[in-house]
């Protein structure tokens, strides 16, 4: 019988991932996608499957598959495609009776079995020279979700608003002008006001039951929570219970899944005395509300107001493309895709020891969310991770893949969609810089981000934690960075073009920095001052002090968090 290899594509990936006002969409959106391409994989031969290696359910699976046919391949990619719709089919209509009385069925029934799920396939025969059939399938792949289908247009609906999250699909609600949903709808779908739903909007609101994902609150104040609880367990016992007394409808419960949070499994919204007024608003329950407040003002009195920062985690493995290329056979392959998802079952549990709400880990891509405290260190578990888990298997020139991360620092009440944009800058930023990189973005409220890059070989982990400690102790001055950026900016125009100048600026450069520091120098001992002199005496012109103050600067919006949770 021949054999064949055939490669899927499953879409669409910005309506189901990227179009969010809150984290559960998002987490929904990208669990969906991961189980409709579970279920396409599912129907095709087990032992044919290349990537992904496995679809256990422990794993994500990503959106392209790869398979080994024997037979008729164009039935194996019919059977897939029947299989990726009705997943989607059945979780809209598990939704649908949670919502059957405020949505327009007839809306409701057009968009489910509109061409929601996009589905494109390519196959060619698989002879002895398996690397050859590859490229040629992905190419095919490629050219035909470049010439996509064009089904007839739904029925138009003149009048009725679009989704407020992307705009993409008419609302479904029965009543579009209707501003507040009355009742237990309302708390199901914690609807802001005027918010318009389609389908994929509601079914990442409420797909997959009650099942919680943790808010950008809850990941924001995450070291304030574990600082009062190690500085102060009686009032942190005592705010715990009073929000575990109120109605599950009125402050979301996680589940025990999320075994990070067991401490205090509950939304973060409740303990940012700023966000009670919009709580109030989506759960009209002021009572309980005011009760959460009175609770809260004796801890934010002795601990002070939580941060409101959190960071957003992004990943990507360098050279997959060259890698794979260089893959010979179709047992090879599967080792190397078995690879990955040992890699995605270990980025869940690296993210979870550092207190993060994994969103998604497929293969060689992780998005998660962080609290500042721990991002940086968890960046670095999740890159040495990858090295070890993907060592094995070279590119043609002998280098392995290693992974590239970006982290975005930014206020929990940025819009979602951006808060995800800015992590997915900060990758680019850091494949932009030769690979194998680590880019932390900082976005603060009010002025310009602040950017920063450096190749991991340079340990920037390390210097950013070590600048961090150094601030949280007191030791290095709030203002050294922005000193150090007037030190650099004198030096900027040195001539450097020469040995004897090259030498003459370094010598300068890192003899004013020091004596600046030994002149705002604090009552920090001689040990571990000398430890700030080696950090800073590493730069040796204008643009690497200016990297140097970079460091600082990011590592000031660490030391905030890393003061919190140390209580």
């Known amino acids: 019988m021949s054999k064949y290899l055939l490669a899927c594509s499953i879409g669409p990936i910005q309506g189901f991932i990227a179009a969010a006002r809150r984290t559960r969409d ?154 507040v949903f009355s009742g237990k709808t309302q708390k199901l779908l914690r609807r802001a006001r005027g918010e318009q739903l389609d389908i994929v909007g509601v079914v990442k609101r409420l797909g997959g039951g009650v099942h919680g994902f943790p808010s950008v609150a809850r990941v924001a104040a995450d070291p304030w929570l574990r600082g009062v609880e190690k500085s102060d367990p009686s009032g942190f016992k005592s705010f715990v219970q009073v929000c575990h007394s109120l109605d599950r409808d009125t402050l979301a419960m996680l589940g025990s899944s999320w075994s990070q949070y067991a401490a205090f499994p509950y939304d973060g919204i409740c303990v940012y005395r700023s966000r009670h007024a919009q709580w109030q608003e989506e759960t009209e329950d002021a009572e309980g509300i005011q009760k959460v407040a009175a609770a809260l003002l004796p801890l934010v009195r002795a601990h002070g107001e939580p941060e409101p920062y959190l960071a957003v985690l992004a990943a990507d493995g360098d050279r997959m493309g060259r890698v794979i ?44 969310l962080v609290p500042v405290d721990t991002c940086v260190d968890c960046a670095r578990e999740l890159h040495d991770a990858f090295g070890a888990a993907t060592a094995g298997f070279p590119d043609q020139a002998g280098n392995p893949p290693t992974l590239s991360v ?17 992590a997915r800058a900060a990758e680019s930023a850091a494949k932009d810089n030769g690979r194998d990189s680590l880019a932390v973005h900082v976005h603060p409220r009010s002025g310009a981000p602040l950017h920063y890059r450096e190749r991991w070989n340079d340990e920037p982990d390390r210097k950013i934690m070590s600048w961090a400690e150094l601030l949280r102790d007191g030791i290095l001055p709030d203002k050294t960075a922005y000193d150090l950026r007037r030190l650099a900016a004198e030096y900027a125009a040195w001539p450097d073009n020469t040995p004897k100048s090259r030498q003459a600026l370094q010598e300068a450069i890192c003899a004013d920095a020091l004596r600046l520091l030994r002149r705002k120098r604090t009552q920090a001992s001689a040990a571990v001052f000398a430890k700030v002199e080696i950090l800073v005496s590493q730069a040796r012109t204008a643009a690497e002090m200016e990297k140097v103050a970079n460091e600082i600067l990011v590592a000031r919006r660490i030391s905030s968090a890393l003061k919190q949770a140390q209580g």
């Open 325 to 368: 290329d260089h893959i010979r056979t179709v047992e090879e392959h599967r080792r190397f895709s078995s690879k990955l998802v040992d890699f995605a079952q270990q980025a869940g549990e690296i993210v979870r020891r550092h207190y993060g709400a994994l969103v998604y880990s497929g293969g060689d891509d992780v998005l998660a």
């Open 26 to 179: 998002f987490w929904f959106g990208s669990y969906l996608l991961s189980e409709i391409s579970r279920a396409a994989a599912s129907v095709l031969p087990q032992s044919g499957l290349i990537f992904p290696a496995s679809v256990r359910p422990d794993c994500a699976v990503a959106n392209v598959i790869l398979a080994e046919i024997e037979g008729d391949p164009k039935s194996a990619a019919a059977s897939a495609r029947v299989a990726a719709i009705q997943c989607w089919q059945k979780q809209a209509d598990q939704c649908y009776t949670q919502v059957q009385n405020v949505v327009d069925c007839n809306v409701w029934q057009e968009q489910r079995d509109d061409a929601i799920v996009e589905f494109y396939s390519a196959w060619v025969p698989l002879n002895n020279d398996y690397a050859a059939a590859r490229r040629r399938v992905m190419r095919l792949l490629g050219a035909r979700k470049t010439l996509r289908d064009f089904p007839p247009a739904t029925r138009a609906h003149p009048g009725r608003p679009k989704s407020s999250l992307d705009g993409a699909r008419e609302t479904v609600w029965k009543d579009p002008a209707t501003e």
């Open 406 to 422: 970006g982290i975005a620092i930014a206020h929990f009440m940025e819009p979602l969609e951006d808060l995800f944009r800015y």
